[in-house]
Nanobody, 125 residues
Framework: VQLQASGGGLVQAGGSLSLSCAVS????????MGWFRQAPGKEREFVAA????????YYKDSVKGRFTISRANAENTVYLQMNNLKPEDTAVYYC???????????????????WGKGTQVTVSS
């Protein structure tokens, strides 16, 4: 299974970016999909996730109301729309696929089996 994230870049605070993650080599509709991020000197952290069935979504508290995760099963793609970006959102963003189907693992990076290489998001103040 291969994941390719794209859409990162440099934006001013208050701006927007849209990330995409294309999945190939597996059955996309069977994966819970997540976005994680890692800032310099910090551990990787959960940002958002979407269930494989029903499309229920979950977010890190600090991005609720600003970020929206969605998926297009027909396109094998998951998206992360990021609005009202803040400097503290600066990080490398990773998409990941979790085949377990267990709700309790959806925020846990260790339960995601497949990862993309990441895309840099930089928010200037």
């Amino acid at each position: 299974v291969q994941l390719q994230a794209s859409g990162g870049g440099l934006v001013q605070a208050g701006g927007s970016l849209s990330l995409s993650c294309a999945v190939s080599g597996g059955t996309f509709s069977r994966y819970d999909m997540g976005w994680f991020r890692q800032a310099p000197g910090k551990e990787r952290e959960f940002v958002a996730a979407i269930r494989r069935y029903g499309g229920h979504t979950y977010y890190k508290d600090s991005v609720k109301g600003r970020f929206t995760i969605s998926r297009a099963n027909a396109e094998n793609t998951v998206y992360l729309q990021m609005n009202n970006l803040k400097p503290e959102d600066t990080a490398v963003y990773y998409c990941a696929a979790n085949p377990d189907g267990i709700l309790s693992s959806i925020r846990q990076s260790g339960d995601y089996d497949y990862w993309g290489k990441g895309t840099q998001v930089t928010v200037s103040s």
